[in-house]
């Protein structure tokens, strides 16, 4: 039950994540060019492709599922009305 709505929302965050960080690059990354006083060749900037994005998306249910083990053990060792009171 806690790995289910832990991945769930790990899942979520990439989707969410992910345009947010394209969109900031996007965005980012010429200012700063600009800031230097050089440009930013286009092909500098057009990074994302989609085999990069999926595992990008896949990256927030893996680190979410990876910082749910300790909790799911605790989960695992206590009585059932513990942990149902905890959640």
């Excluded at 289910?4 to 200012?31: E, M, Q, Y």
């Excluded at 060019?33 to 994005?53: K, Q, R």
């Amino acid at each position: 039950m806690v790995l289910t709505s832990v991945a769930g929302i790990g899942l979520v965050a990439g989707v969410i994540g992910v345009p947010i960080g394209i969109v900031i690059h996007v965005l980012v990354l010429p200012a700063m060019g600009d800031a230097a006083g050089t440009t930013i060749p286009a092909e500098d900037l057009a990074v994302y492709h989609l085999p990069v994005l999926i595992p990008l998306l896949l990256g927030g249910l893996v680190m979410a599922t990876a910082g749910a083990l300790l909790p799911v053990g605790w989960a695992a060792r206590t009585r059932t009305a513990t942990a149902l009171r905890t959640e």
